[in-house]
């Protein structure tokens, strides 16, 4: 939500912009709930898109905690696998190492060279592929090492880990509750205002703030309504610098307020204003 000038409170406004009202004019009395009911309903608003995104936000951090746990457990069962793999292979080896010594005693059975050259090419087959499996071996030992490295790592950060979140999501939590107490009183105070308002410019103030996403009540300047952004015809200009009356734009229906711009300083080296008159 866009947040304008005409959504801080009048006396709020006249504050921080160092403006003043006009001098002589006297305030309606409506204009003025008018506009503090806007600033309510401003900050209501604002409560209720903060409590609102906090349950996304919690859930967030949990799923960031749970993130961490899944890939951490996921690393440790695959280097679990890895030390399995690598027994298992180291079988194979000493499988195969069994054959070969076997086939190197039959080496001196067979009868005829033709016996003995296949004998021969069969041991070779067989060391080949243990030259493969311990290939193989060293692959899964370099993966190993990285495996669990970043393991100790992850266990090292465990609890820092899930305090961290823990302790988000508890701020978030009595974020939601401070939230949700002032958003109560806010709305005590809104029954209050809405109670003081005439009826027909709570009616006005409330259909206006339905169809204008939430603004009803707009600061003109420089002869234009701030909420719409139209000239105002003159003698309607006039009439909204009084303040004295519940006026509404024309073109957006708001409700129409004006602060007195402050008074340009003066020029270094200029007499003031009252000494030039008076010399």
């Known amino acids: 939500m866009v947040v304008r000038c005409d959504t801080i409170g009048w006396w709020r406004l006249a504050k921080s912009r160092g403006h003043n009202l006009i001098s002589g004019a006297k305030l309606h009395p409506d204009l003025k709930t008018a506009i503090d009911l806007q600033q309510v309903d401003h900050r209501v608003a604002e409560l209720d898109s903060r409590i609102a995104a906090l349950p996304a936000e919690i859930k967030t951090l949990e799923s960031q905690l749970s993130d961490f746990l899944h890939a ?6 695959r280097l679990a696998a890895n030390q399995r793999e690598r027994k298992e292979m180291e079988g194979e080896i000493q499988t195969i190492q069994a054959r070969i010594s076997k086939h190197k005693d039959q080496l001196y059975q067979v009868k005829t060279n033709d016996q003995y050259k296949a004998m021969l090419k069969e041991i070779e087959n067989e060391e080949r592929e243990i030259g493969k499996i311990e290939d193989r071996i060293l692959e899964e030992m370099v993966e190993a090492e990285e495996l669990q490295k970043r393991v100790a790592e992850a266990a090292a950060r465990l609890e820092g880990e899930k305090a961290r979140v823990a302790g988000e999501v508890r701020l978030l939590e009595a ?18 205002l809405a109670a003081a308002l005439n009826a027909e410019v709570l009616e006005l103030y409330e259909r206006v703030r339905k169809g204008r996403n939430g603004l009803a009540v707009a600061e003109v300047r420089n002869g234009f309504c701030i909420g719409c952004h139209v000239l105002l015809r003159p003698q309607r200009y006039n009439e909204v610098c009084r303040n004295e009356a519940i ?30 008159a008076a010399t």
């Open 72 to 77: 951490h457990e996921e690393r440790k069962h």
């Open 175 to 192: 974020t939601k509750e401070s939230a949700e107490s002032e958003r109560r009183g806010l709305l005590a105070h809104r029954q209050e």
């Open 247 to 276: 006026l509404a734009c024309e073109s957006c229906q708001r409700i129409l307020y004006y602060v007195e711009p402050p008074e340009e300083p003066e020029p270094p080296g200029e007499p003031a204003r009252g000494e030039r």
